[in-house]
């Protein structure tokens, strides 16, 4: 008679196995179907031009950092001169001092009123007394003259120390923002890198056209420069159009926005500060219907600085990635203000 064997049932162990293995299958599977798809190239785009902008803002706080450094350097340099020359004069006021102690120790402690006695010549001996009254007074003097510069030296050296400690804290400063703003742009990279290159290349053309076609047919209007100097800035910075906006630039084969402003001003024979966070009070405040060709004109919290062409125009370094170029106001975020320099 033939056996009949009853199925040998798997373990529990291995069914545990089995089923985690199914469900993990059909998450993985579930996660799939629900990825997001690839962004496009306009998704792409506005997500890297939200970096860039805040890339360039954190580029105008290390410009802000840069100018704070260099300032200090300078006060530092200044309050350490000004430190050693007092040290010379206090030394020199020390040895005259000095001199004159060792001299009176040499000549003896008589008492006066016995070398009037014991003086052949006594009208001599007055004019000489006079004299020693005269010296001691002017010890007197240069001793109050000692003690006062020892105070300014005491003051300048602490607040030279001050200023050392403010420096090293700018530094500090100065590396975060550089940080902060390599890491946007290295983002933006990595987001423009998830495109083709053939569709990089071709944002890039685009980019490079509208800078261009700004330049060509851009209508400025007739309106009339408020003065020589702002007719001068906007003269020199239209002959940087279609160079490369760099973060941190200053010209004159690449800018940021305040790097463009101040090159431009820079011609035209006015100094002027670094960043659009001091550059705002390089001149007078004005509206937007007051403003007149070679303003200034601030956007985005102050983030953004160019100068206004006419006809509701801006001339400017946009952003990373662009070239310098003529643009629409409408297109350049929150109007602040204008300053006329």
């Known amino acids: ?6 199925p040998k049932q798997p373990s529990r162990a291995r069914v545990t196995v089995l089923t985690a293995t199914a469900a993990a299958a059909v998450a993985l599977s579930s996660q799939t179907a629900q990825a997001d798809p690839k962004p496009s190239k306009s998704e792409v785009k506005a997500k890297v031009d939200k970096l860039h902008h805040e890339a360039e ?15 200090l350097q300078k006060e530092i340099g200044a309050l350490q001169d000004k430190v050693a020359r007092g040290q010379e004069e206090l030394n020199t006021l020390r040895d005259s001092i000095g001199a004159v102690a060792s001299a ?3 000549a003896g402690g008589m008492d006066p009123s016995l070398q009037l006695f014991l003086s052949s010549d006594p009208d001599t001996y007055l004019d000489k007394a006079s004299a020693v009254d005269q010296l001691s007074a002017k010890q007197a003097e240069v001793l109050e003259t000692i003690q006062a510069k020892q105070r300014t030296l005491a003051q300048q050296r602490a607040e030279a120390t001050a200023k050392l400690a403010d420096l090293e804290d ?9 940080k902060s703003f390599q890491g946007k742009l290295a983002e933006a990279q990595k987001l423009l890198n998830t495109l083709t290159a053939a569709e990089r290349t071709k944002m890039q053309q685009e980019e490079q056209r509208a800078s261009r076609e700004a330049g060509e047919r851009v209508d400025l209007g007739n309106e009339v420069p408020a003065s020589q100097r702002g007719a001068a800035a906007l003269a020199a910075a239209d002959t940087q159009v279609g160079k490369p ?13 305040s790097g463009l402003t101040q090159w431009a001003y820079r011609q035209a024979g006015v100094s002027l500060t ?11 405040k004005i509206g937007r219907s007051q403003l007149k060709p070679g303003d200034l004109v601030f956007f985005n919290g102050l983030s953004h ?10 001339l400017h370094a946009p ?7 003529y643009e629409s106001m409408d297109w350049l975020g929150t109007f602040q203000f204008g300053v006329r320099i």
């Open 274 to 284: 670094r960043t659009t966070y001091t550059q705002q009070n390089d001149g007078v």
């Open 170 to 178: 700018v530094r500090k400063t100065l590396g975060e923002k550089k």
């Open 1 to 6: 008679m033939a056996s009949h064997r009853r």
């Open 305 to 314: 600085v160019g100068l206004y062409a006419g006809n509701n125009t801006v």
């Open 104 to 106: 009176q120790y040499r």
């Open 57 to 71: 803002e954190a580029t105008e706080q290390y410009n802000l950092a840069e100018e704070r450094r260099e300032n």
């Open 319 to 325: 952003k990373p990635g662009a070239y310098v170029r």
């Open 245 to 257: 906006y760099v973060s941190g630039a200053e010209g004159p084969n690449s800018y940021d926005c």
